[in-house]
């Protein structure tokens, strides 16, 4: 198909989508598939990736915080860059072990302080003193009462908040965030013939790793030779 027709269809899905007001946004992989299935990409005639041809369609924006890459038209950049901010905290909330997340929610009694043990078992108590090993959770970036059972139905400002106090608590108390996510798998085969993506680094399986919502990554693992070669990969 000639690059102008490419060109057109691309255009047309994007205005097709967000005319309906649709939730969400349009990803480049989306777009991938659509044209997949028409026969229209890929094309003999082209021999571009898909985002540089999408990037070169008149009207239209491609946004991307890694692996995460969505289709907007001009404009609606902002939309984008919203939902991007948004998954962004909620990936690293949805990492946080669970405790945590209730040490700066739970409604303490007052004259009470809530602290937590950090270990591969977070722990949080409340008190009138902070205990042995516990580093307390500041009254000022708790959001007693907010309710963490189910994080993406909180609205944006709840959420931002939440990762913000978390982030700024972190920084006040020299600790390492990756010190509160939920313990790391190691090899997952017996054999080795499998590499969990978190024990491997390389700015691919990073992208990729980082695309998966927590509770896929934390079980997603790659063959040793490919995650050789995306690790490889810039």
Known sequence: MPEQNIAAEIKKRVDDYYRD???????????GAELRASNIWPSPNEKRPLREIVEAVQGVSVESDGAFIAVVPKGLERRAEKVIAQRRDLFFLR?????????????????????VRIGEKLVYETGVTVGKGMTPVDEDLRIPGLDVSDLTSLKDERLRTLDQNIKTWCARHS?????????????????QTSLSLTEAHGNALERLYAAQDPDVARKLSVPIDIALVLSRMP
């Open 95 to 115: 990492s946080l072990q669970k405790a945590l997340l209730l040490a700066f929610t739970i409604v303490s009694k007052k004259g009470q302080v809530v602290s």
């Open 21 to 31: 007001d649709a939730p969400g946004l349009l990803l480049l992989s989306d777009i």
């Open 175 to 191: 600790i390492d965030p990756a010190d509160l996510t939920y313990s790391r798998p190691r090899l997952l085969s017996k054999k």
